[in-house]
Each structure stands twice: as structure tokens, then as C-alpha cells.
């Protein structure tokens, strides 16, 4: 429940005035709707169901007072006019405050989404290492939904408990110890329905991990798909999909089952309470006939409302771990936070390197409650303007020395320096200004190559895209594509071939006008003859930026001006391409002479 009242707390920040004045709204609509119940008894009297004495209902009297001596049709015809008025009058202030409470709802959802993408854009690196994508996707797709129906029901239940509330205020008025034993029946029955809502809320913490486990799986299906079919696991992944689906059968079935027996439970008692209060009015308390007329009509009304706030509670229960993992997302962002987005937007000018980036003593690790350090004893200078190759077994750790020397991670220990000044949270984001990154696993987004471009260049005109492409040997086949450069890349760029979608992103990269440019084996799916053309590019940009290049293909670095060579994540040599080549016992050597055996 705390979870729920935090969010309360937070749609009261939010909505303020507009909260206030749609409890307002909702405490006259009771109000209008229970005088409205009290103008029925002279209506029924003038009528003549029964021989009423209205003055003895408060309200009524004040009505009925001034009309005594009229004809009965005008007398009649005033109390109805009223009557309709009323009624006019609740069903106008129902309508806006419907309004009122969606707008509310969806504003603050609209609100918890920005926050949580926001959020997300904040994090560091080290947050997404940890976070499995798909449970983010399960926040923001199944659970922030989940809490919308929450807060809906929250709003909902305080709606009926506040009616309920002026209701019963009613009803005491005309008949204490009436009412009072009614209520005392009521609370009993909702202490004995507690077991509902704990009941409810274990449900709820399947549900969430059973939808947790649905888009966890869908995602890695989805992405294994061609493992999958090529590697026949079809029969695995459908026993695995049909338990699942199973499973989230039985959890909806379920907390419906719990619903139908708590609602059952309801209605036989509200049998039971009509007998013993009609019981009780006539024979222990003499109840005027108006009086009773009135409380009837009041608690006919009241107690289907009963039974809406314990099925209200439920509902509200089962959507509780919905909430939780919302606020433990929070908590992980808070602590994960880089910076705030608007000071990342702030941060305009690309850092400007003189001299270069250094490694001082720099130690890290992934887990820091596991031993195996990832990289340790770094000291490393990457001189600016030159092209330095970082090279290794695979698991050597380069890919996580790129990530240390682009801010992405921070060292454990030891510092990482630009231009002899350490490197701070701020001059880490305008580092990231002046970086054009090309990953292992080039990613284009399922929109046009045009589109592609110009999420790294914004106002790239149509010459420097072709020049780009054409400076990374990809114009010939772009010219060959369908619709040219507005072609659709499909999911994650399968429109195109391995080596075509690393050309395509280095295209981009190149847009960007970077001053350092990483590369990270960004040239391992193209063939000799696009590669050599590549070569050459870079070779024309040697000079004008620093260029980080991490290449297993030892030939692909020739031209490189310092090769680091990486061993158990730490530096085992370091120096020119020609030098590190004749030490003919050292690691560089060794790979070198593989590569050869392998080429023959
Ligand atoms: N997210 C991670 N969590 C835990 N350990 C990791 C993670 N990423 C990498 N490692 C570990 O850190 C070490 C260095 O990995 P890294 O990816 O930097 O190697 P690499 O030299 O780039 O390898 P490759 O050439 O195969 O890409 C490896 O032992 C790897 O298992």
C-alpha cells in the first residue's frame, strides 16, 4: 500500500488544484444525489404510496414547508422541477469531472513515461550492462499500463468512498442506530474479505513475472530467430511459449475466480443484512415509514458500492507489484544517473585534444564483487591525430578499453586523462561530442538510409551524404537500391548485407565530422577489395583526427602509427606496426604468424 500512496503523493505534485477540484466535484455529486433521494419520499407520498409526514425529513421540510396550503398538482410539479433540476445539475458535474479525472489520468501517466525514458537516458553505461533490455521494455510497455489501471482504480475507489461516505452521513442523520448497525455488518464483512486482497496482490506478483517472462522470451526469440530455424529448436521454443501461455492462463482465470467468490460473498450477505435490517427497523428500532423509505433507498444504493470498493481493493492489489517495480526502477536510475538531460543538451562544443588521451593506473571490472578485473595496470597514451590500432585475443579486453577511453565506463581505479586533465562528468559528454563510435554490431534503425544519416547529422545536405558514402565505397550500391537513399532499412538494417550495414555506419560516422573516430572491428564483414578502399579513406583522414581501431584482421592496421597490444586486459606491448612486427617472440608476432598460417 505504501508503494500506491508514494504515486498518490506524486499525482497530487502533479495535478495539483485540478486533484482538489475533482474531489470537490465528487464530494457535491454525492451531496446533490442524496437530496435527490430525500426529495422521493413527499414525491412518493403526493402520489399516494404511502401517508407521509415529510417534515420529519430534514431537507424535505425545508421544501415542503413553504408550499403547504398550494393544490397538490403545482406543489407536485415544484418538487419534481426540483427533482429533475437536481438531477440536471449531478449529471452536468458528472460529466466534466469524468473529463476532468481521464485528463488527469492520462497527463500523469504521459508524465511517468517521459520521467522514466528521461531517466533512462540519464544512466550510465554500467546500468544497461546490468539491465536485461527486455525488462525495461516490460516497464515501460506492461507495468507503466498496469499502473495507470491502478491509479484509474485509486481515483475510482476514492470517487465511492467519498459517495459512500455523504451517503452514510445521510442515512445517520435520519436513523443512528439504524445505520450503525448496518455499518457494523459492513465492517465485519470487509475485515473478513481481507484475505481477498492479500490474496489478490500474490497474484498480482505472478502476474508480473510471468509478463516479465513473456517479452523477456518473445525479445530473445525474436532475436535468435534465424538460429532458430536454421538450427530447428522449434519444438523447444513452442513447449517453452505453450507453458508460459498456459501459466498466464491460469493467472487471469485465477484472480477472476477470487473476484466471482469475494462478489458472491458480498451478495448473499447484502441478502442477509436487507432481512435483519428490516427486521431491526420494525421491530427494535420503529422506524417512521418515510424514514425507512429514505434509509432503504440510501442503502440499496450504498451497497453495491460496498462491494465496489472490496472488488476496487482487488483490482488495486493485483496492480501493487506493478508499482513496486516502478519504484525500484527509480531507485536504479537514481543511482545510475549520469547527469540531468538538460545539461547534456547544454553541452554543445565538441572538446577540442591537443595532445592526447592517457591511462593512468587504471583498473576495471565488470563485477566488482567478482576477481577478474577486465582491465588492470593501464598506462596508455593515445596521441591525438594519429591512428592508433588496439589489437588482442578475443576476450583480450579491448572492446572495454574503448568504453574506458570514451567515458562510456569509469576506472575502478587509476584516472583517464584528456589533454593532461582528468577526465570529469562534463568533459566526459563534450569527449562524446567530438566521438564518432562504429560498434561490432553496426545497428541501423528500421527507417529510411536518408533517415539513418541524419539522426548522426541533422543538417547534412544530399552532397555531403554522398560523400560520405561515396568516401566509404558504399554509392555504388545505394544508387542500386530501390528508392535510392529514401529506402527502408528494415528491422535493424536486414534490408542489407553484413559488409554493406558496417559501410553504411561508417558513412555515418563520418557525417558527424568527429575529431576522434572508434572503430571496433568496424570493417570485419567486408570483403579485401571494399576493404582496401576503406584503408585508403582512412588513410586520407590520418592527420586531420585521432583514430581508434580495433582490428583482428592484423592487416587492416599497417598504416596504424602505434599498435597497443592487449593480453588478460593488461598492455603486454606497445609501439609501431614495423617495430612490434620484428620482436618476433612478442604477442604481436605470434598473431601475425597465425594470421599467415591461416592465409596459406
Ligand atoms: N558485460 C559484461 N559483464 C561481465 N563481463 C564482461 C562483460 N563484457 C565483457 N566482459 C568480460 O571482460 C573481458 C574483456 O572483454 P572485452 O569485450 O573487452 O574483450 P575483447 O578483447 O573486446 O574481446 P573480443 O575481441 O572477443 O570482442 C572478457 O573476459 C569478458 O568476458
Redesign the pocket.
Known amino acids: 500500500m505504501a508503494q500506491i500512496l508514494i504515486f498518490v503523493k506524486k499525482l497530487h505534485e502533479f495535478a495539483g488544484f485540478k486533484l482538489h477540484i475533482n474531489l470537490a466535484g465528487m464530494i457535491v455529486i454525492s451531496l446533490l444525489e442524496g437530496a435527490g433521494i430525500f426529495l422521493l419520499a413527499p414525491m412518493l407520498s403526493m402520489i399516494g404510496l404511502f401517508d407521509s409526514n415529510s417534515e420529519v425529513i430534514p431537507i424535505v421540510s425545508w421544501i415542503v414547508e413553504p408550499l403547504n396550503g398550494w393544490p397538490d398538482g403545482i406543489k407536485l410539479s415544484v418538487i419534481l422541477g426540483i427533482f429533475i433540476s437536481l438531477l440536471v445539475f449531478q449529471a452536468l458535474l458528472q460529466r466534466y469531472q469524468t473529463n476532468l479525472n481521464e485528463g488527469i489520468e492520462q497527463g500523469f501517466i504521459r508524465h511517468l513515461r517521459l520521467g522514466i525514458y528521461e531517466a533512462l537516458l540519464q544512466s550510465d553505461w554500467s546500468f544497461f550492462?546490468k539491465k536485461r533490455k527486455s525488462d525495461l521494455i516490460h516497464i515501460m510497455t506492461s507495468e507503466l499500463p498496469r499502473v495507470s489501471y491502478g491509479i484509474y482504480q485509486s481515483l475510482r475507489l476514492m470517487t465511492t468512498f467519498l459517495f459512500t461516505f455523504v451517503q452514510i452521513g445521510f442515512a445517520l442523520w435520519l436513523s443512528a442506530p439504524l445505520t450503525a448497525s448496518v455499518l457494523i455488518c459492513g465492517l465485519a464483512l470487509a475485515v473478513y474479505s481481507r484475505k481477498f486482497i492479500r490474496k489478490s496482490k500474490t497474484i498480482g506478483d505472478q502476474t508480473t513475472s510471468l509478463s516479465q517472462s513473456y517479452i523477456a522470451g518473445m525479445t530473445d526469440h525474436f532475436n535468435g530467430i534465424k538460429d532458430i530455424k536454421s538450427n530447428m529448436m522449434e519444438r523447444q521454443h513452442m513447449t517453452w511459449f505453450r507453458s508460459l501461455c498456459y501459466r498466464m492462463e491460469h493467472n487471469f482465470v485465477q484472480f477472476t475466480r477470487l473476484q466471482s467468490v469475494s462478489q458472491y460473498n458480498y451478495k448473499v450477505a447484502s441478502g442477509l443484512l436487507v432481512a435483519l435490517f428490516v427486521f431491526l427497523s420494525f421491530i427494535v428500532f420503529h422506524v417512521q415509514a418515510e424514514k425507512l423509505v429514505i434509509i432503504i433507498i440510501i442503502f440499496s444504493r450504498l451497497w453495491p458500492k460496498f462491494s465496489m470498493l472490496q472488488s476496487g481493493w482487488e483490482q488495486i492489489a493485483t496492480t501493487i507489484p506493478a508499482f513496486k517495480s516502478l519504484l525500484d526502477l527509480e531507485k536504479e536510475y537514481a543511482a545510475a544517473k549520469e547527469m540531468n538531460l538538460q545539461d547534456i543538451y547544454n553541452i554543445e562544443n565538441p572538446l577540442r585534444i591537443n595532445q592526447g588521451i592517457e591511462c593512468r593506473n587504471v583498473y576495471y571490472r565488470?563485477?566488482t564483487n567478482h576477481s577478474?578485473y577486465?582491465?588492470q595496470d593501464i598506462n596508455l597514451h593515445i596521441p591525438a591525430n594519429r591512428m592508433t590500432a588496439i589489437v588482442?585475443?578475443?576476450?583480450?579486453?579491448?572492446?572495454?578499453?574503448i568504453?574506458l577511453l570514451i567515458g562510456l565506463v569509469k576506472p575502478e581505479k587509476g584516472e583517464v586523462f584528456v589533454d593532461g586533465n582528468p577526465l570529469t562528468i562534463a568533459s566526459m559528454f563534450s569527449l562524446r561530442r567530438a566521438i564518432s563510435y562504429v560498434s561490432?554490431d553496426p545497428f541501423l534503425f528500421h527507417a529510411s538510409l536518408r533517415e539513418n544519416l541524419q539522426i548522426a547529422a541533422p543538417h547534412a545536405s544530399e552532397k555531403q551524404m554522398w560523400e560520405a558514402l561515396r568516401f566509404t565505397a558504399s554509392d555504388d550500391f545505394v544508387k542500386k537500391l530501390p528508392q535510392g537513399l529514401d529506402t527502408d532499412m528494415g528491422d535493424r538494417g536486414l534490408r542489407l548485407s553484413g559488409g554493406e550495414r558496417q559501410r553504411i555506419v561508417l558513412a555515418r560516422a563520418i557525417l558527424r565530422k568527429p575529431s576522434i573516430l572508434v572503430l571496433?572491428?568496424a570493417t570485419s564483414a567486408l570483403d579485401s577489395e571494399n576493404e582496401a578502399k576503406i584503408q585508403e579513406a582512412l588513410e586520407l583522414l590520418k592527420g586531420t583526427m585521432t583514430i581508434i581501431v580495433?582490428a583482428?584482421r592484423l592487416s587492416t592496421i599497417r598504416n596504424a602509427d602505434q599498435v597497443v597490444v592487449?593480453n588478460g586486459?593488461r598492455v603486454i606491448q606497445q609501439g609501431g606496426y614495423q617495430q612490434l612486427s620484428l620482436e618476433r617472440d612478442g604477442m604481436f608476432g605470434q598473431l601475425l604468424d597465425y594470421q599467415a598460417r591461416a592465409k596459406r
Request: aromatic share 4%.
Open positions: 550492462l565488470y563485477e577478474a577486465a582491465l588482442g585475443k578475443s576476450g583480450a579486453g579491448k572492446s572495454t578499453l568504453d561490432q571496433d572491428e580495433i583482428h592487449l586486459g
